[in-house]
C-alpha cells in the first residue's frame, strides 16, 4: 500500500474561531473546504498522516523529521489557552524513511532539534483532521533550503516508504500562498504575489505540478509565497500517479493566499514522472545556454572543469580576444544551480596579469573555495550556470544617491571591513537593499559610519 491521497491546505491561525472571534468568517469557503478534506481523509481511513509544515524545524541543508513518540500543541502563542491538541508519531515509519532518504543520499532525518511541540502549520490541520478522524499516527516533516527538485526527490521517498511498510498513507502538504496580496495586508502588496497564486492555483486545479518547478528563488521571495516547497513534497510523493486534482477553494482577503485542493490516486501514469520533465527542460535549456556563452564564460567554465578533472589550473588558452589578455580588471564569476547561487567568488581590483587569468583563478575559487556551500563536484558541472562579471575601477562617492541599483556595484567599507555586491541582481530592487547587504556582508552594523564606493560592471552570461 502506497499513498491513498494528498492534500494541500493552508495554516492561517485566524481560521479557528478561538482566535479570528468571528474574523474567521471571511474565509468561510476555506473553512467548509478544509472540512471536506477532514472528511475525505476520515473516510480514505489512513494508519499514517505526514504532515509537511514550513513552521517545523527548518535547515537550509537538512530535511527534519520530528523524532520521539508523541508532541502537543495549543495557541497560546495566540493568546488562547483552552484549545491542546495531541498526536501520536509514527515511529516505524520515521525510521524507515530517514533511512530510504540516506539511501537516495537526500540529507534527511532525526538530527537537530527536538521539539515536542506542535507547529501551527501541523495543529491547524490536525485541529480539523481530528474532528472527523483519529486513527491515524502522524509523521512531521520540515522543509529545507534545498532545491525544489531534492524536495521532490524527498517525496518520493516518502510514498516509497509508505510502500515498503505497507503502510496505509495520506500525505498534507501545509502551506499558505503569498503574504504580498494587499498593501494592508502583513508583508505589503508585491505584483508577484497575485501571480504566483493564480499560477499555483492552476497547477493544483489541473494537477500540473510541472508548474511548481517554474518559479525562480528570486520570484519566490518577492512573492512572499509560504508553502512551494511543501507542495513539491507532496508532488513527489505522487510521482508517477495520475490523480482526480480539485481546486476546493481559494481566499486571500487578510493579504495571505489560502488555497484548499485534494488529490485522488486513480491509478499510474508514466508520464507523470515530472521530475524527469524537469530534468530533461533543465538540460535543454542548458545546452542553448552553452551555445551562447561568449569566451569569458566559456573560459570560466573550461576553468573549473579543467581543475576538477585534472587538479591543475587551467593555462591560458591561445586565440583569446584582445582585451581577455591585454587588459586587468577586478573580475567575479558566480556560479548558479538549478537556479540557485552555488558559488561566487571575485576580486574587487586585479590581482593576475591580466582579465584571463582573472577568471581562470576566480572560477576555480567559486567552485571550490566559497565558504557558504560545498566544493563543486565533477557529477554537478553539467548542471551549473556561469556568469562573469567584469569590474570598472571603483570609485569613492558621499552619498546613496549616487547609487543606482541597477547600473552600479557598491562596496561599503570600515577600517579592514569591506563588503561588496554587484548591480542589477534578481531580488535586489532598491538602493537600501543593496546598501544592508553589502554592510552585513561587511560585519559593519547599522549605526557604525562606512565609506561607500561604486563601480560599474560588463556582465558576461
Given amino acids: 500500500m502506497s499513498i491513498l491521497g494528498a492534500f494541500i491546505v493552508p495554516h492561517p491561525p485566524i481560521i479557528l474561531p478561538e482566535v479570528g472571534k468571528g474574523e474567521e468568517r471571511k474565509i468561510q469557503k476555506t473553512i467548509d473546504s478544509y472540512r471536506a478534506v477532514a472528511e475525505k481523509i476520515a473516510a480514505l481511513k489512513p494508519e499514517t498522516i505526514v504532515i509537511t509544515s514550513p513552521h517545523s524545524a527548518f535547515y537550509s541543508d537538512y530535511f527534519h523529521i520530528s523524532p520521539g513518540s508523541k508532541a502537543s500543541g495549543d495557541l497560546q502563542q495566540f493568546g488562547i489557552h483552552n484549545v491542546q491538541l495531541f498526536a501520536q508519531y509514527d515511529q516505524?515509519?520515521?525510521?524507515e524513511l530517514e533511512q530510504t532518504a540516506i539511501n537516495a543520499q537526500i540529507p534527511a532525518g532525526k538530527l537537530g532539534k527536538h521539539n515536542a511541540r506542535l507547529d501551527h502549520g501541523t495543529l491547524i490541520p490536525l485541529y480539523f483532521v481530528q474532528q472527523k478522524y483519529n486513527a491515524f499516527q502522524l509523521v512531521r516533516i520540515g522543509l529545507s533550503g534545498e532545491p525544489l527538485f531534492t524536495h521532490y526527490q524527498f517525496g518520493k521517498r516518502i510514498a516509497e516508504t509508505a510502500e515498503r511498510l505497507n503502510r496505509k498513507t495520506v500525505l498534507i502538504a501545509s502551506g499558505d500562498l503569498s503574504h504580498r496580496l494587499k498593501a494592508d495586508g502583513p508583508y505589503g502588496f508585491a505584483p508577484e504575489g497575485p501571480e504566483f497564486d493564480r499560477r499555483v492555483t492552476e497547477?493544483?486545479?489541473?494537477?500540473?505540478?510541472?508548474?511548481?518547478?517554474n518559479f525562480s528563488p528570486e520570484f519566490c521571495e518577492r512573492a512572499g509565497e509560504c508553502g512551494l516547497r511543501s507542495f513539491v513534497i507532496m508532488a513527489g510523493a505522487l510521482d508517477g500517479k495520475s490523480v482526480r486534482s480539485e481546486l476546493l477553494s481559494y481566499e486571500g482577503p487578510f493579504g495571505v493566499g489560502y488555497a484548499?485542493?485534494?488529490?485522488?490516486?486513480?491509478g499510474n501514469?508514466?508520464?507523470?514522472?515530472?521530475?524527469?520533465?524537469?530534468?530533461?527542460t533543465e538540460r535543454e535549456k542548458l545546452e542553448q545556454l552553452k551555445a551562447q556563452e561568449d569566451p569569458f564564460v566559456k573560459l570560466a567554465r573550461a576553468s573549473l572543469e579543467h581543475y576538477l578533472s585534472q587538479r591543475a589550473f587551467l593555462r591560458q588558452p591561445k586565440d583569446?580576444?584582445?582585451?581577455m589578455v591585454t587588459r586587468q580588471a577586478g573580475v567575479f564569476v558566480s556560479l548558479k544551480k538549478n537556479g540557485q547561487l552555488r558559488g561566487c567568488i571575485g576580486t574587487i581590483t586585479p590581482a593576475m596579469g591580466n582579465i584571463a587569468e582573472?577568471?581562470?583563478?576566480?572560477?576555480?575559487?567559486?567552485?571550490?573555495?566559497?565558504?557558504?556551500?560545498?566544493?563543486?563536484?565533477?557529477?554537478?558541472?553539467?548542471?551549473?550556470?556561469?556568469?562573469?562579471?567584469v569590474l570598472s575601477p571603483p570609485e569613492p562617492i558621499h552619498s546613496p544617491e549616487l547609487l543606482d541599483v541597477k547600473r552600479y556595484g557598491v562596496i561599503i567599507s570600515r577600517d579592514y571591513r569591506r563588503g561588496l555586491l554587484l548591480p542589477n541582481l534578481e531580488g535586489v530592487d532598491t538602493v537600501e537593499e543593496q546598501i544592508d547587504i553589502a554592510r552585513k556582508k561587511a560585519g559593519i552594523r547599522k549605526d557604525e559610519p562606512y565609506e561607500?564606493?561604486?563601480?560599474?560592471?560588463?556582465?558576461h552570461q
Wanted: hydrophobic share 45%; charged share 30%; aromatic share 12%.
Fill in 92 to 95: 516505524k515509519f520515521a525510521k
Fill in 203 to 213: 497547477a493544483m486545479a489541473s494537477g500540473d505540478f510541472l508548474e511548481f518547478f
Fill in 260 to 266: 484548499v485542493a485534494a488529490f485522488e490516486i486513480t
Fill in 269 to 280: 501514469d508514466e508520464n507523470r514522472h515530472f521530475d524527469q520533465h524537469y530534468r530533461q
Fill in 320 to 323: 583569446l580576444p584582445q582585451e
Fill in 358 to 389: 582573472e577568471i581562470i583563478m576566480n572560477a576555480v575559487s567559486a567552485g571550490m573555495n566559497d565558504p557558504r556551500f560545498p566544493p563543486v563536484s565533477r557529477e554537478e558541472l553539467a548542471d551549473l550556470v556561469y556568469s562573469v562579471d
Fill in 452 to 459: 561607500l564606493e561604486r563601480f560599474e560592471v560588463v556582465r
